[in-house]
């Protein structure tokens, strides 16, 4: 899970993505706002720490920028302590606030706190996510960075089935069984066509993919 650290305290930046990186997050870092709203378009980036006070933008409209295109949770850090400096964050739509000097295991907790509560309320149960692809089992619609992809039914059926159950490696004669029926199973083909066609539409880079995968001599497997 990827977050964002923006900050022009570069040697508070380092601590915070050291103990981050140390609980397993994947950690991007900036200095001032407009490095923060350029980061925050990122769609893997699940949350965002943002400090109220910095250069060439401030944390307040860099919150409010990011919030005219995500609703990802953001944590403020300032070193000022009025209860009118906070109320300003949460108008400008930061999620929790933070005042420096703080204890790093208060910021771990709150963060996990904030992802909990967007990972139980936040995607619809007929939505699966992971990193750049969703989908909609209700609509049966698929898409990428937010753009809808043009996937043929077949084609929706088969990335439906990877992605509800990531990392479990199909054969080509597992997938020909499940959605074509048996009678196709001598057209292994068939398979390779449809993930390639997959990779065209909900890859970033389909010659370097990222979830659609090949198990080479075994099978296909989506990887979360």
Request: net charge negative; hydrophobic share 40%.
């Amino acid at each position: 899970m990827k977050i964002l650290v923006v900050d022009d305290e570069a040697l508070l930046v380092k601590g915070i993505k050291f103990n981050l990186q140390n609980e397993g997050y994947e950690v991007v870092t900036g200095s001032n706002g407009e490095e923060a709203v350029a980061l925050a378009r990122d769609p893997e980036v699940a949350l965002v720490i943002l400090d109220v006070m910095m250069p060439v933008m401030d944390g307040l409209t860099a919150c409010q920028r990011i919030r005219e295109f995500s609703d990802v949770p953001v944590i403020m850090l300032t070193a000022k302590t009025e209860d009118m400096d906070k109320l300003l964050g949460f108008e400008h739509g930061a999620d929790d606030y933070l005042t420096k000097p703080f204890n790093i295991l208060e910021l771990k907790a709150r963060i996990r706190a904030l992802l909990r509560r967007r990972v139980n309320t936040f995607e619809p149960k007929n939505r699966i996510t992971c990193g750049s692809i969703m989908i909609d089992t209700d609509a049966r619609n698929a898409y990428r960075d937010g753009l809808l992809a043009d996937l043929t039914a077949k084609e929706f059926d088969l990335i439906e089935l990877l992605i509800r159950n990531p990392n479990r490696v199909y054969s080509r004669e597992n997938l020909l069984d499940i959605l074509w029926g048996y009678e196709y199973r001598s057209d292994v083909r068939t398979v390779d066509v449809h993930i390639r066609r997959l990779r065209e539409k909900l890859e970033r880079n389909p010659a370097e993919p990222e979830h659609i995968m090949t198990k080479w001599g075994v099978g296909y497997y989506f990887k979360a």
